[in-house]
C-alpha cells in the first residue's frame, strides 16, 4: 500500500516482528519514503497507528501542528487513498514487505488474480505478471508456480511462489516470496527492521 502527502509517496510495509527505533520499541516509524508498521501492532489497531504517523509526515512538512480546519481535509484524503487500496481490510492483512495476503481462497477453481508491488503499491494485472509452469514444491509437497513482475516505479523484478490450483495455474496464496531481484544479489527479503532516525 502506498499513501501520497503532499508530493511524496509512502509506502506502507508491516515488519515480521517488533520494531525498534534508535533501540526504543516503537508501534510505527518512518524512514525516508517508507512508513514501517510494527507486527506487534494488533491489525485491528493498525490504522490508528497509520493515520498517526501520516499526521506527523503532514505536520513535518508543514512545519506546525496540523490546525483543525486542516483535519478534515487530510483526513477525507487519507481516507480515499485507503479506500482505493482495498479499505482497512486490506491493511490488517499487510504482510512483511507491504504485500497484501490474499491467501485463504480456495485453491480449487480459483482465479488468477494480479498483484501489487510489496515495496510501491503498484497494482498489476493478471497479464503483467509472468508466470512459469506447476512444479512440485519438495519442502510442502504442493503444487507451486513462480510468478514475477517488472515494477518500473521500483526498477526491479518483483518475484514470487504461489501455491498452484488443481489446473496448474496461479491461486492467489503466495507460498513464499515476494524477493527483489537487487535485493536477492545479497540476502532475501527484508526482515531488519531497526530505523536511524
Ligand atoms: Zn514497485
Redesign the pocket.
Known amino acids: 500500500m502506498r499513501f501520497k502527502i503532499d508530493a511524496q509517496v509512502y509506502s506502507v510495509g508491516v515488519c515480521p516482528g517488533p520494531l525498534t527505533r534508535d533501540g526504543e520499541p516503537r508501534g510505527a516509524a518512518v524512514h525516508g519514503r517508507e512508513l514501517l508498521v510494527s507486527g506487534e501492532v494488533p491489525s485491528l489497531d493498525r490504522l490508528a497507528v497509520l493515520i498517526e504517523q501520516l499526521m506527523m509526515i503532514w505536520e513535518g512538512n508543514a512545519g506546525v501542528p496540523m490546525p483543525r480546519t486542516a483535519f478534515a481535509a487530510f483526513f477525507v484524503n487519507v481516507h480515499r487513498q485507503l479506500l482505493a487500496q482495498g479499505g482497512e481490510p486490506n491493511l490488517m492483512r499487510l504482510g512483511a514487505d507491504g504485500v497484501v495476503d490474499h491467501g485463504g481462497q480456495p485453491d480449487h477453481g480459483a482465479e488468477p488474480v494480479g498483484c501489487e508491488?510489496g515495496?510501491?503499491g503498484?497494482k498489476f494485472a493478471v497479464g503483467d505478471i509472468t508466470t512459469a509452469g506447476p512444479e512440485l514444491d519438495g519442502r510442502t509437497g504442493r503444487m507451486v508456480v513462480r510468478r514475477s513482475v517488472f515494477?518500473e516505479?521500483?526498477n526491479?523484478l518483483?518475484n514470487w511462489t504461489e501455491r498452484a490450483t488443481p489446473a496448474g495455474t496461479p491461486s492467489g496464496h503466495v507460498v513464499v516470496g515476494p524477493f527483489y531481484a537487487k535485493e536477492q544479489a545479497g540476502r532475501q527479503g527484508r526482515i531488519i527492521c531497526d530505523v536511524d532516525a
Do not use: E, G, L
Open positions: 508491488c515495496r510501491c503498484t515494477c516505479f521500483c526491479d518483483m
